[in-house]
């Protein structure tokens, strides 16, 4: 493991990382975000949440900057969800995505995020919302595992660790 898995994965176990939005987090990005369908999602998922609490408090030193950085990173997860909510006809959770049975359908969603070009499948608009939402849905993967492991579900810890691996596999 990486230190910022250990790093994030020992932060949800301590309650570093709220499932409620922070107060900043509510301040700084809730209150400037887009009440549209992909920013009604990133207020709701749970993970999404997490993840916008982790970049806040990461960035805690640029005040200026942080609210729409983590606002830009949440919308993107967001989209990604929504894509894939769209793609498979279903209405799961993030959570309930990160499993290695739908990571052939969550890399899928990641390139129409990066705006896979219809004519041409190698080119996207903007590549590097693809690699960002690699390194993103790495984070959320090990903030699952982090909450599995506080629950002692060890079925979901082994989902989140299974679409990790499918996950470096492919890199």
Same mark, same amino acid.
């Given at each position: 493991?990486t230190?910022?898995?250990?790093?994030?994965?020992s932060?949800?176990?301590?309650?570093?990382?709220?499932?409620?939005a922070?107060?900043?987090?509510i301040?700084e +990005?809730?209150?400037?975000?887009?009440?549209?369908?992909i920013?009604?999602?990133a207020?709701?998922?749970?993970?999404?949440?997490?993840?916008?609490?982790?970049?806040?408090?990461?960035?805690?030193?640029?005040?200026?900057?942080?609210?729409?950085?983590?606002?830009?990173?949440m919308?993107?997860?967001?989209?990604?969800?929504?894509?894939?909510? $769209?793609?498979?006809?279903?209405?799961?959770?993030l959570?309930?995505?990160? $499993?290695p049975?739908?990571?052939?359908?969550?890399?899928?969603?990641?390139?129409? +995020?990066?705006?896979?070009?219809?004519?041409?499948?190698?080119?996207?608009?903007?590549?590097?919302n693809?690699?960002?939402?690699?390194?993103?849905?790495?984070?959320?993967?090990?903030?699952?595992?982090?909450?599995a492991?506080?629950?002692?579900d060890?079925?979901?810890?082994? $989902?989140?660790?299974?679409?990790?691996r499918?996950?470096?596999?492919?890199?």
């Amino acid at each position: 493991m990486t230190f910022s898995e250990l790093i994030t994965r020992s932060d949800i176990i301590a309650d570093r990382i709220q499932d409620i939005a922070s107060p900043a987090l509510i301040n700084e +990005v809730f209150k400037n975000m887009l009440m549209d369908d992909i920013g009604n999602l990133a207020r709701k998922d749970h993970l999404i949440v997490r993840l916008g609490n982790k970049w806040m408090e990461k960035n805690i030193g640029n005040r200026l900057k942080r609210g729409k950085f983590t606002s830009q990173i949440m919308r993107k997860v967001a989209r990604l969800l929504l894509n894939f909510k $769209k793609e498979t006809n279903t209405d799961y959770c993030l959570s309930d995505y990160l $499993k290695p049975c739908y990571f052939d359908e969550v890399a899928k969603s990641t390139l129409v +995020v990066a705006g896979r070009d219809a004519e041409d499948a190698e080119l996207l608009e903007s590549p590097s919302n693809a690699i960002k939402l690699g390194h993103d849905l790495k984070r959320i993967a090990n903030i699952k595992i982090g909450l599995a492991i506080m629950a002692k579900d060890r079925k979901s810890e082994e $989902k989140g660790q299974g679409f990790l691996r499918t996950k470096l596999a492919e890199n």
